[in-house]
């Protein structure tokens, strides 16, 4: 069972950047498409973005041109550079597997961000 944990988060001023990554602790190549989702507070988990073995990639709407998601099978690694950010961008982050038809069942720790002047 593959295992992930998330790391990168902090605070940071409206504007700022952070770069997220996530440890898989088996072959992330195995994983067709892998997305990082975030939870703020008082509100369901999310997908921000997600990205597949070759490359293609999805956005939600309010994210688009401010984060780029990113892997790197030979590191089981995945990246969110998160650039331009903003007060409402505050959330718990976490990476996980996507699924089409189902949220995935096990999650890590996830990494907190805090957007704040």
């Known amino acids: 069972q593959v295992q992930f944990v998330e790391s990168g988060g902090g605070l940071v001023q409206p504007g700022g950047s952070l770069r997220l990554s996530c440890a898989a602790s088996?072959?992330?190549?195995?994983?067709?498409?892998m997305g990082w989702y975030r939870q703020a507070p008082g509100k369901q988990r999310e997908l921000v973005a997600r990205?597949?073995?070759?490359?293609?990639?999805y956005y939600k709407d309010s994210v688009k041109g401010r984060f780029t998601i990113s892997r790197d099978n030979a590191k089981n690694t995945v990246y969110l550079q998160m650039n331009s950010l903003k007060p409402e961008d505050t959330a718990v982050y976490y990476c996980?597997?996507?699924?089409?038809?189902?949220?995935?069942?096990?999650w890590g720790q996830g990494t907190q961000v805090t957007v704040s002047s």
């Open positions: 996980n597997r996507f699924l089409v038809m189902a949220s995935p069942t096990y």
């Open positions: 088996g072959s992330l190549s195995s994983i067709p498409i």
């Open positions: 990205i597949t073995t070759n490359r293609n990639t």
